[in-house]
């Protein structure tokens, strides 16, 4: 069964960036479609962004598109969403996830632990 | 985008209870749709998925039912570990948003 892990979370000023991490153990990593899924304080959770399991796909919420991007090093195991420009809204707890589907396009079954992004000065 | 519309937004009920939740889509999205449960500091956990398939080691007390726009979870028999947050979500196209609703808090009555 595929496991994943977040990393890179912190604090961050306005206007700066920041990467995040989501390592995956398991035998399928090579093979999945990967989402990032963000939740505010107090809020549902966000859908951000998609990657085909080759990496040649990519897909992002509005809100994110320009500022963000999604990529895989699949020889690591490794997820990364590269975040820049971020404001105050961009504030919550990242998830990485992924689905039965090699596609993607499929209901999010296996889920990271999350690391919270805070942006404030 | 898609919108989802949960209700209610919260739900009282004891244990033993039998409850619904229902999600609506502002669009058609046939039966792809996912419901999740979710506790405080915690990942959501998938429960159902195309719309009432359910998910391996979910237990049989939760199922789901809809098509199109119209969904409802059902939890038959509440136990005690079920008062958490459910949200459900759509995964119609890569265009769609991967929606999720707003969510239903189930408290203990």
């Known amino acids: 069964q595929l496991q994943l892990v977040e990393s890179g979370g912190g604090v961050v000023q306005p206007g700066k960036s920041l990467r995040l991490s989501c390592g995956a153990s398991g035998l399928t990593f090579s093979t999945s479609a990967m989402h990032w899924v963000r939740q505010a304080p107090g809020r549902g959770p966000e859908w951000v962004a998609l990657?085909?399991?080759?990496?040649?796909?990519?897909y992002y919420t509005e809100s994110v598109k320009d500022r963000f991007t999604i990529s895989r090093d699949n020889s690591k195991n490794t997820l990364y969403l590269q975040m820049n420009s971020l404001t105050a809204e961009d504030t919550a707890v990242y998830y990485c996830?992924?689905?039965?589907?090699?596609?993607?396009?499929?209901?999010?079954?296996?889920w990271g632990q999350g690391t919270m992004v805070t942006v404030s000065s | 985008d898609i919108q989802m519309t949960q209700s209610p937004s919260t739900l009282s009920a004891s244990v033993g209870d039998r409850v619904t939740i229902t999600c609506r889509a502002s669009?058609?999205?046939?039966?792809?749709l996912a419901w999740y449960q979710q506790k405080p500091g915690k990942a959501p956990k998938l429960l159902i998925y195309k719309a009432s398939s359910l998910e391996s080691g979910v237990p049989s007390r939760f199922s789901g039912s809809g098509s199109e726009t119209e969904f409802t979870l059902t939890i038959t028999g509440l136990q005690p570990d079920d008062f958490a947050t459910y949200y459900c979500?759509?995964?119609?196209?890569?265009?769609?948003?991967?929606?999720f609703g707003q969510g239903t808090k189930l408290e203990i009555k």
């Open positions: 996830a992924t689905t039965k589907m090699t596609t993607g396009l499929d209901a999010f079954d296996v």
């Open positions: 669009q058609s999205i046939s039966s792809w």
């Open positions: 990657i085909s399991y080759n990496g040649i796909n990519t």
């Open positions: 979500q759509e995964y119609n196209s890569y265009y769609s948003g991967f929606t």
